[in-house]
């Protein structure tokens, strides 16, 4: 029974993340993630508010939606 | 024991697939189970994935996984990212599923339910899911390369502009076409126009939020606007329901057009931030609930059919739209069976993102199976009312008649029966004041999804609030389409303007954002104006214009994909690719042939314009309306003018692509694949990308 709650809570748990990468509410995260593992200098990294508006503007600079 | 049980499953899957689908095909004269269309597209779907899927990725396209993707090798967090392959499928599929494969198939309908039932299965199956397949995987190999560019690089530099001007014409019809759609779901209806204004500025609430408040929070902000949204649905019947302001937003077809234009400017002139976005992130979720729920609700309340398998107009005459079965049908239904502009997804984002090559087989030809699923929904949805009340929406005032009278006439005249008092006793249960001459297929999908919806929760009692829901959730991500493709287009006209004079082309120039704006917005928002006017109904001319420029940019990137399967030697397998590009070559050119030449005015532009000139001549137009007929002949020649271009930048494509096919196959010409070079994987067989990483 334990063991199906864990493997239960370890699924939702999954899904969560899922959906939060897909809607992009971990895309800043991320972005701080892979400036840590790439040794990226402090000062260069971006603000939250600051990748947020940036990341919208490129995404939205090319064909990004279909008919 | 596993082998043989697994392909004990395989063949029932398929047996009950050929079932299905032959109870579809053969019933006649008796309405059927809704639930025999799900089960014939799920198995097709299911055969073909685990069949013909494997084998283009295994033979076609020969996948590797030792092969380090683009996402791996310039990973930066923001553009390049690994990324879980379900989360990327999400991705992915919210971003080709636009209102493409719930119209199609609505105006489609007129023919019957099998022709675009059929052509949706098939047509995903061999070509459309193919596309999207083989054109990632072409964008893998390139570092994410746009089709544009590959199309330069590896068919000619002829063939990059062209596939660059195919883009920007494509996107003016697609969007006037859309826009098209919303002015007629919304004319003269107070609940819909308020419920859809509102969403302007909740979603101006929500960039706020997402930029000032918790910067990149967007599930929660989401949730947000979804309960305002949802609100603004239940409050539009208050709306139409007190005199004062019910007159204030009973708009004519005019008045909308030039709403939406406006909005589109400003959409496109205003930082992305502040409406666009926020926008799309509530398009984003009420799209997946709204499918998810309608998927839900054919299970549940299992309709019938009532649309006869094949109707009297696949001659050609129908009322919705003219034009023969062949090729139109193939036409109409473009998204959902295959589309051009998904190769623009295909060679944009995702490629970007993509864990391992192997991930291609699921996105790519995944989402667009799931696509095909939407849009055989959307055909069970519009077949489910009774035909009378089907062609009664569809069916413009010119054809059918302005009441409820004269089109329940006509109507019952074409076979199928409709008494007038049924379209009034309808338009009165959804909440508007009539349903009548609203072309394009959006009342119509509406109708039928809130009758489903209704037969599961509420009854007739919430059938206004249901059909006002779908109402809102189509012209809602209708309009994302519109403000991102206005958005799109104008980088593209800032582009083009920049050769000419560089300070153009600066994005960030206040000016040149105005100008090109307002140039991109001028192109399209002038083909919905003719649309709004020509009394045949609009979508009689712009939908088959649209269907002819979408499928012409699918044969444009079929073309790049058999180039590049020659030039890695795969000329065996090149049918895989070479035959739906044939195909899709035949019906647009003998589409554009016949929406040109065709004698019937109903049916070719030049003879429509012919024909409105002739009355002109002899002095049968009253003066009063002497300069809109004049303005309507230009629209018609205009529209001639349009397919012609489309189809020459089309066929000149082809002909380059054809010299340097026989150079390569002469072995004239030595192949030279513009590939990244290969670099292995340092990633583990485990490694599942960063929504998961940390597991």
């Known amino acids: ?67 | 024991m596993n082998k043989f049980l697994t392909k004990l499953i395989w063949i029932v899957v398929a047996s009950l697939g050929a079932g299905a689908l032959a109870k579809i095909a053969l019933q006649r004269g008796e309405s059927l189970n809704a639930i025999w269309f799900v089960l014939a597209a799920a198995c097709c779907y299911l055969v073909a994935y685990r069949l013909y899927s494997a084998f283009v990725a295994a033979k076609v396209l020969a996948l590797d996984d030792t092969r380090a993707t683009p996402a791996e090798r310039h990973d930066d967090g923001r553009d390049f990212v690994p990324t879980n392959k379900w989360v990327l499928f999400g991705h992915h599929f919210a971003a080709i599923a636009g209102p493409g494969p719930l119209v199609g198939p609505t105006l489609a309908a007129q023919f019957g339910y099998l022709p675009g039932t059929l052509w949706l299965i098939a047509g995903a199956v061999l070509a459309g899911c193919v596309q999207d397949f083989v054109i990632l995987f072409c964008s893998i190999r390139r570092d994410g390369k746009s089709l544009g560019e590959m199309a330069r690089e590896e068919v000619s530099k002829r063939g990059g502009f062209i596939a660059q001007l195919a883009v920007l014409a494509i996107l003016v019809i697609l969007l006037a076409v859309v826009a098209l759609v919303v002015v007629n779901a919304l004319k003269s209806s107070p609940w819909a126009t308020f419920t859809l204004a509102m969403t302007i500025p909740i979603a101006m609430l929500l960039g706020v939020y997402l930029r000032y408040l918790r910067p990149g929070r967007v599930l929660e902000a989401s949730l947000i606007g979804v309960a305002l949204v949802l609100f603004a649905v239940v409050a539009g019947q208050w709306v139409a329901d007190s005199p004062s302001w019910s007159h204030a937003f009973t708009l004519s077809g005019l008045a909308i057009t030039a709403a939406i234009i406006l909005y589109a400017f400003a959409a496109s002139a205003l930082p992305v931030w502040l409406l666009l976005a926020p926008r799309d992130y509530l398009s984003a979720f009420i799209k997946a609930g709204a499918i998810f729920s309608l998927a839900a609700g054919i299970l549940l309340v299992r309709p019938s059919v009532h649309m006869p398998a094949l109707t009297r107009f696949i001659d050609g005459s129908g009322p919705v739209f003219a034009g023969k079965i062949f090729p139109f049908c193939f036409i109409t239904i473009a998204c959902g069976a295959i589309s051009g502009f998904h190769s623009l997804i295909s060679s944009g984002t995702t490629p970007k993102m993509i864990l391992r090559e192997t991930h291609a087989r699921f996105i790519g030809y995944g989402a667009m199976l799931l696509e095909s699923f939407v849009g055989v929904m959307a055909m069970v949805a519009a077949c489910a009312m009774q035909p009378g009340v089907y062609f009664a929406i569809n069916s413009p005032a010119g054809i059918v008649g302005a009441t409820p009278e004269a089109a329940a006439a006509t109507i019952s005249n074409w076979g199928f029966p409709l008494a007038g008092q049924t379209m009034t006793d309808l338009a009165h249960k959804v909440g508007e004041l009539t349903l009548l001459n609203r072309a394009g297929g959006a009342p119509s999908l509406a109708v039928g999804m809130a009758q489903i919806f209704s037969s599961t929760i509420g009854g007739d009692r919430l059938l206004s609030i249901w059909y006002h829901f779908a109402i809102m959730f189509e012209a809602l991500f209708i309009l994302t389409v519109l403000d991102a493709g206005t958005r799109v287009g104008r980088f593209m006209v800032q582009e083009l303007g920049g050769r000419v004079w560089k300070p153009f082309a600066r994005t960030s120039w206040t000016p040149g954002i105005l100008l090109s704006s307002a140039i991109i917005v001028a192109l399209w928002g002038y083909f919905l104006y003719q649309g709004v006017v020509d009394p045949l109904g609009g979508i009689n001319s712009l939908w088959p214009l649209f269907g002819i420029a979408n499928q012409l940019l699918a044969a444009v990137a079929l073309v790049v994909a058999t180039t590049v399967l020659l030039k890695m030697g795969r000329t065996r397998w090149i049918g895989v690719t070479l035959v739906p590009m044939a195909w899709l070559v035949t019906i647009t050119m003998t589409a554009s042939y016949q929406k040109i030449f065709d004698p019937n005015p109903r049916m070719g532009f030049l003879a429509y314009a012919n024909a409105l000139a002739a009355q002109v001549a002899a002095g049968k137009i009253p003066a009063a309306k002497l300069a809109d007929t004049q303005r309507l002949i230009f629209n018609q020649r205009l529209d001639a003018v349009v397919t012609a271009v489309l189809a020459a930048m089309v066929l000149v494509l082809i002909v380059e692509a054809l010299v340097q096919w026989y150079a390569l196959l002469s072995r004239r010409r030595e192949p030279v694949l513009h590939e990244s070079p290969y670099v292995a994987t340092q990633w583990g067989p485990d490694f599942a990308g960063t929504a998961h990483g940390d597991d």
């Open chain 1, 1 to 67: 029974m334990r063991a199906h709650l864990h493997a239960g809570k370890r699924m939702l748990r999954k899904v969560w993340r899922g959906l939060r990468e897909w809607c992009g509410d971990a895309a800043y995260e991320r972005y701080l993630r892979s400036r840590t593992q790439r040794n990226a200098l402090p000062q260069c990294t971006l603000s939250a508010e600051e990748f947020y508006v940036e990341q919208l503007n490129r995404r939205y600079s090319h064909p990004n939606r279909c008919c």
